[in-house]
């Protein structure tokens, strides 16, 4: 059983930078694909990055989009959300995500975007101020 265990949040000035990090532990079948979810109290959970997609390329909110930067260590199976030039609108907890990918001609893939989370974590909260 996949289970993750997130660490890295707190509070920033606007500006600042963290550094979120997940670790994934227990054996799955197939292809774990991960990523970062936010969510603020009242609003639904939004996708934030994704990683290990088919081509190649993560995929990022536009929100964040040139702030923030994921990437997986496959040997240590940690996933890294580096979060740079957070703004006050960045305050959220912080989950990550984990699904099984699909299979196309025999090899499995990720998608661009999360759409049938299996495992979530525990949820870090991150909270820039003005």
């Known amino acids: 059983q996949v289970q993750l265990v997130e660490s890295g949040g707190g509070s920033v000035q606007a500006g600042g930078s963290l550094r979120l990090s997940c670790v994934l532990t227990g054996n799955a079948y197939g292809r774990v694909c991960m990523g970062w979810f936010r969510q603020v109290p009242g609003k639904e959970r939004e996708g934030v990055a994704t990683t290990d997609t088919a081509d190649g390329t993560p995929d990022y909110a536009d929100s964040v989009k040139g702030r923030f930067t994921v990437r997986k260590d496959n040997i240590k199976n940690i996933l890294y959300l580096q979060m740079d030039s957070l703004k006050p609108e960045d305050s959220a907890t912080y989950y990550c995500?984990?699904?099984?990918?699909?299979?196309?001609?025999?090899?499995?893939?990720?998608?661009?975007?999360?759409?049938?989370?299996?495992?979530w974590g525990q949820g870090t909260l991150v909270t820039v101020s003005s």
């Open positions: 995500a984990a699904e099984k990918g699909y299979v196309y001609d025999g090899t499995w893939y990720c998608p661009r975007k999360l759409d049938h989370v299996e495992v």
